[in-house]
């Protein structure tokens, strides 16, 4: 049976060259910040972890320079941003379009798993509840970012919806129109 | 008659979107060993059971609580307990599987629906007027094992309420009676509640060829940008003699929506949607586009095609034993 062609926008160039000369500790500094906004208001993400909560995740952009250190620490989590990876228990790797597709629920998880968009290593477990406690937390990253941005949120909220609209990549939460 | 859809939901949020998505029903079970989709970071806990019914009948949808693992010897209060708090927190029915367990819901809870999971394997008239004479079933969920004709035929037999599934991942062996998940991790669908269970799932990437490890053994090797399958034993590519190949069932998914009308007419009542474990993504497009589909044979136009495909495990689909030889 033939597949519908609905292929994965991959990142921009200019995208992966920056992160590959911009320091990464501020970077990492300021997600771990947005990451304990997202568990205050979305305390169920990290309780349905269970007992994955202490593992440590690595979440890695096939198309950009840098993985994710993700450590829940049973929801004050803390995110690095590092060149090269790190000792982990589980590892989720794909097109950044594809984790941010999964995040906003827009894509289904099995089936960039089926298309090998999506490839997971190490703790499959606990691969699996980070994905499930994330599909169920419905989150918005984009608006979690304008949420804090205080007078520059609505512009900022234009400029997501204009990126969204030209990449195809998922930025936000879309209502009830999921990709596939 | 529209036919009732019966559709999954793992989290809260996926059970909201079938709703949306225009589910009759929806099926869900507790976080532990009582259902049979016992996966990490799936399924409710209490309160989130309550909400969820409260919101699906605000809605004008059913919600069908799953507690259709087999009980261990000695610690069935985990069982019972699950009945009883389906049972307060408004749950239309249990899908239940055990014999005894059937029983115990009889007795103790009289004014509850009760429905035979697949579980149960239920496959024959006799069996199934036997449970609804015994316990009060009011629906079974009939094994993937049967043909539309073989269905029909039971149907014309039994004054029980029908239910077979039309979408998603294949159980291909006697449901509740398959033993391979146990033979190579100890652990199985029918008392553990999970197949291949995560924790004995190893996935390495051998230059782009995916291995997949379920208990160590490799269970299938998938070439560079091919179609990946769940790692499920009964999919499992094996070595037998000179023969290399999927010796139980190739990995694909069903789809038996082309048969809608067919199983209408052989007296199906409800069509259930498999994946429980699966996004509330999955979710909202399987149930959209199987509801289409009644409400147009209901209303006599053709049924819309759907755009399934990338959904399934290994991007392939069958109508599975409903129009199938076995090898
Ligand atoms: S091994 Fe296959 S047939 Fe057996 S329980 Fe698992 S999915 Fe079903």
């Known amino acids: 049976m033939s597949q519908p062609s609905t292929p994965i926008p991959t990142c921009p160039r200019a995208l992966a060259q920056l992160l590959r000369v911009l320091p990464l500790a501020p970077l990492s500094l300021s997600l771990t910040a947005y990451s304990r906004r997202i568990a205050k208001h979305h305390p169920g993400l990290f309780r349905r972890l269970g007992v994955y909560g202490d593992r440590r995740f690595i979440l890695d952009p096939t198309d950009l320079p840098i993985v994710l250190c993700l450590d829940p620490k049973g929801g004050r989590p803390r995110v690095q941003v590092l060149r090269q990876t790190t000792p982990h228990d589980a590892r989720i790797s794909g097109p950044l379009a594809a984790l941010l597709g999964l995040v906003h629920g827009a894509y289904d998880g099995d089936a960039l798993f089926f298309s090998r968009d999506l490839v997971i290593a190490g703790d499959t477990g606990a691969a699996l509840a980070l994905r499930n406690a994330v599909d169920d937390a419905e989150l918005n990253l984009a608006q979690e970012i304008a949420a804090i941005s205080g007078p520059f949120a609505r512009p900022l909220r234009k400029i997501i919806a204009r990126i969204e609209q030209h990449s195809g990549v998922f930025l936000t939460r879309p209502d009830d129109a999921p990709a596939w | 008659m529209v036919m ?264 199906v009542t409800a069509l259930k949607i498999e994946g429980r474990q699966r996004s509330k993504s999955y979710v909202a497009q399987v149930v959209g586009n199987f509801r289409a589909a009644v409400d147009a044979l209901a209303e006599g136009r053709p049924m819309p095609k759907g755009m399934l495909t990338r959904l399934s495990e290994g991007q392939a689909m069958t109508t599975g034993a409903y129009r199938k030889t076995w090898r």
């Open chain 2, 4 to 267: 009732e859809i019966v559709c999954p939901a793992g989290t809260p949020a996926a059970l909201r979107a079938a709703v949306k998505a225009g589910a009759h029903t929806v099926y869900c079970g507790f976080n532990d060993e009582t259902n049979a989709r016992n996966f990490p970071g799936l399924n409710f806990d209490r309160s989130e059971m309550r909400a969820g019914i409260a919101f699906a009948h605000a809605h004008g949808a059913k919600v069908l609580v799953a507690i259709n693992t087999f009980p261990r010897a000695g610690e069935q209060t985990l069982w019972h307990r699950a009945i009883a708090d389906a049972h307060h927190a408004g749950a239309d029915a249990v899908i239940l599987a055990d014999a005894g367990l059937l029983a115990h819901a009889a007795r103790m809870h009289p004014d509850l629906r009760l429905h035979l999971s697949v579980q149960a394997a239920a496959a024959n008239a006799d069996i199934i007027n036997y449970y609804a004479e015994v316990f009060g079933v009011k629906r079974v969920v009939l094994p993937r094992v049967l043909s539309v004709p073989e269905i029909a035929a039971i149907n014309a037999e039994t004054g029980v309420e029908t239910e077979v599934f039309v979408f998603g991942g294949l159980c291909v062996m006697a449901e509740g009676r398959c033993s391979l998940s146990s033979y190579a991790t100890g652990l199985s669908p029918n008392m553990n509640g999970v197949c291949s269970p995560a924790s004995h799932v190893d996935y390495h990437d051998d230059g782009g060829v995916l291995d997949a490890r379920l208990g160590g053994y490799t269970i299938h090797r998938t070439a560079k940008n091919a179609p990946a399958p769940y790692p499920t034993l009964c999919k499992g590519c094996f070595s037998a003699g000179e023969k290399t190949g999927h010796l139980f069932e190739d990995p694909v998914s069903l789809n038996a929506e082309a048969l809608i009308p067919q199983l209408l007419k052989a007296g």
